[in-house]
């Protein structure tokens, strides 16, 4: 008799261990997907700082071109 209830607890511990690992299995996926989407848009915030970058930079350059230009000297 002890043995059938010694089956049946570790039965229950099977399915309570397996409903575990699933559940870690499901959350392992949803943080690898997650650092997935993290990283694209890392790498999209990347881009458009390096674009916004080059934009400063030529801007900043055709302002000191023409900044000489526009000076007038003073009397």
């Known amino acids: 008799m002890a ?3 010694l089956k049946i607890v570790l039965e229950d ?5 397996d ?3 699933e559940g870690y299995n499901l959350l392992s996926g949803k943080i690898d997907r997650l650092a997935k989407q993290n990283e694209a848009e890392h790498q999209q915030l990347q881009t458009e700082i390096m674009g916004l970058e080059r934009d400063l930079n030529e801007h900043r ?4 071109l023409h900044s000489g230009r526009k000076r007038k000297k003073a009397s």
């Open 13 to 17: 511990v099977k399915e309570k261990f």
């Open 61 to 64: 350059s055709n302002t000191e």
């Open 3 to 5: 043995s059938d209830e």
């Open 19 to 21: 409903t575990v690992i």
